[in-house]
């Protein structure tokens, strides 16, 4: 039997957010452009911003809208919330092994592409490649994961950039950026 799944579209205080998902698992997740849905708030995360279903392509319903609804609000009220929305990323091994390392940095720190593949005898650009593929965008916190020298890269996509340096702030992470001489 064939996985029916379900998207569907939360406005977050970063804008809209897609999320795919059976009545089971997320399969992906991914911040899109805001102003496709009339928000332009790239900026700080203000807590009293509401989250919300701005738009569903289905006409199932599933209890785990509602769970992720109210984790959402969770995360975006408390940066130290842990999602426990099951999780089902597809990748390969390899990027599953980089996603699984990901889900234990805690909220507050972050790692360098660097750190990560020391730990697992990997490249760092390797570890970059596989946060670049991460299709659980903030259920898996690639935004924690930042060069020696700078933000690194979000989602594969320089203008993206503000997404992750806003979910830093969020977490309240504070990253210097060292000057080059």
Known sequence: MEKKLITNYFQTP???FEIVHDDYYVYES???????????????IENSSPIYLIQSKSTHTSPLVDQI????????????????VKLSPIGTTYQKKI??????IPAG????????????????????????????????????VVG???????????NALSFKKA???????QFAQKQSK
């Open 167 to 173: 979910l830093l702030d969020h977490e309240r992470i």
């Open 14 to 16: 970063l804008g809209a």
């Open 109 to 144: 720190r972050t790692k360098t592409y660097g750190e990560l593949a020391k730990l697992l005898n990997s490249s760092p650009r390797a570890v970059g490649q596989a946060c670049k593929k991460n299709p659980l965008t903030i259920f898996i916190p690639c935004h924690r």
């Open 30 to 44: 991914k911040l899109t452009k805001p102003e496709l849905y009339g928000s332009s708030s790239h900026h700080l």
């Open 99 to 104: 996603w699984h390392c990901l889900l234990v």
């Open 148 to 158: 020696q020298s700078s933000l690194g890269g979000y989602m594969g996509n320089s």
């Open 69 to 84: 609804l109210a984790e959402l609000q969770e995360y975006f009220s408390n940066p130290h919330f842990r999602f426990q």
